[in-house]
């Protein structure tokens, strides 16, 4: 019987391509070992070999023996939200072009949150990223009695050891403030749950101090959560309101998602943007720049913040007790129709 043969009838071992390729075990491990020094004819007879008999490198079984998988946990939450869409298919991509595999984990409610540290130490992962409005706290701890680094993405909580990542909350409510009173505004507010998402809270408080300092002091439009029903919810509070020729007259949502339902609800109302109202949001996903929205907005790179998340990580199975270190992503602004130019 051929090799081809008996691939056909059992699972194919590396026993089986080092015998087709003519080469050691050990050669078959080393080529499928990221960094490990093989030579290039090597490789290719062992890669040819394990073409022929649909060989693929057992990871899970790897971990076992080595202690340490090359699996990232990716912990996240609301993922109807475009954005975070977006951000996990970045770590993803990024975590993929590095040699790791992403093993995505979705967090729904506190129950949930045991099942995910139990598949997390069950698959022996090298690290973990927590993504926004994911609960760190249970996971963290788990992790951490158990050596395995992690990075927080956009979220507030300074734990021993935990790398951060955070977009610059700062500098988008202060731009955002700017852009509506530098567009006419007299009346800015800014539409943002008060006790969820660290990063909404943090521009919200950022844009309220920056119209406090130039003199137009701001209102907290407060709801539940930083999504497109509740903007759609806002937007039949505050229409009535601006019809009347009062309420609001330029209002920055903490997120795209937000603003979106804002956006609805006012045209439905038939409020027009940017004529009575001016409207700024946050996060720049793709529905942003559709024309029906055509939203003003700052740009966080996701790109840019899963390369940020991933030399951290690295950096911390590098150097597990090294200082926590925190890493903010800049934000560009991006100007399309719900806002008017200064003048």
Known sequence: ?????????????????????????????RTFTPGASVAPATRERVYAAARTLGYRVNSLARSLINQRSDLVGVVVTNMDNPFRARQVEA?????????????????????????????????????????????????????ARHGVPIVLVNKGDELPLVDRVVSDVEAAGRMAADVLLEGGCRRPAVLASGTRSYTGQQRMKAFLRRCEERGQPARHLDIAVNDHACGLVAAGTVAPQIAAG??????????????????????????TVPG????????NIAQAAWPEFNLTTFDQPVALQA?????????????????????PTPVSFIRRGTTLSAG
């Open 91 to 143: 770590l993803t991509l990024a975590l993929m072009q590095r040699n790791l595999r992403p093993v995505l984990l979705v967090v729904s409610g506190a129950g949930s949150v045991e099942q995910v540290i139990d598949q997390l130490l069950q698959y022996s992962v090298s690290g973990v990223i927590i993504t926004s409005d994911a609960p760190p706290g249970k996971i963290c701890d788990e992790c």
């Open 307 to 327: 390369e940020q998340v991933l030399d951290l990580l690295q950096a911390r199975i590098e150097e597990p007790d090294r200082p926590a270190v925190l890493l």
């Open 1 to 29: 019987m051929s090799d081809q043969q008996r691939a056909r009838t059992r699972p194919v071992t590396s026993v089986d391509v080092a015998r087709l390729a003519g080469v050691s075990r050990s050669a078959v491990s």
């Open 276 to 283: 009575a109202v001016q409207v700024v949001g946050h996060d």
């Open 246 to 271: 009062g309420g609001p007259d330029g209002i920055f949502c903490v997120s795209d998602y937000l603003a979106l339902g804002l956006l609805g609800g006012l045209r439905q109302a038939g409020i």
